[in-house]
């Protein structure tokens, strides 16, 4: 059964105030807007928040924004590959159609996110907290999860070939939807995790066995 995720509570997009961002700084605070359209590059700031936001067309770029935090906001299309967004926090937020290439979500803490149709190739998750998290048809081929802890996170439909996993504790982990011809993960971090018949074969190499 998967998790029921909350979603973002947000007012209708069009009722949201038109907000154009040339700069950020250390615990900067923005609420109740629609960001669009824009490229945020070469920024470095810590613990800035952003509260009821969407995020339409955006890039960001160059910056390093680490311990952001994110409640009730959509990204919509947007652009974050490469970001450093390590210690974030982010609660009942939408990642949809976004390019998370190489971005940097190290020791983040997760609840109530989907990540929907997203590009996420090298996106680095290590020593993360996810809860109630779900990746959905996304591309996060050699992503890393590196000893996160995963409660009530869902994999759909999703490309995982080469993604790290060592560390992490996948009982009721369901992978059997997604496409991968072989994982970075420990035997024993697998007891209990959800796989298809045909994904059986690329663990066999773990257990030392010869499939023909």
Known sequence: MKPAIEPPKLPEPDTLLPQQ?????T????????ISNCTIEAQEASRVSFDTVVFRNVTICESELNGIELIDVI???????????????IHRTEFRRCKIVGTDFTRGRFQNVRITDCTGELAT????????VGFEQSSLE?????QSDLQKVTFSECKLDQATFSGCKLKGIDLST??????????????GCVISAQQA??????LGLVVR
């Not at 961002?21 to 700084?25: P, Q, R, T």
């Not at 998750?125 to 109630?132: E, G």
């Open 178 to 191: 997604c496409d991968f011809s072989g994982l970075h993960v420990e035997i024993a971090d697998l007891q």
């Open 21 to 25: 961002i040339d700069s950020l700084y």
């Open 27 to 34: 615990k900067q605070e923005i609420s109740h807007c629609l």
């Open 142 to 146: 050699s992503a890393d999860y590196y």
């Open 201 to 206: 074969a690329s663990f066999a190499g773990l």
């Open 125 to 132: 998750f290590r020593f993360a907290r996810l809860k109630q």
């Open 75 to 89: 990204f919509e299309n947007c652009d974050l590959s490469n970001v450093s967004f390590t210690d974030a926090i």
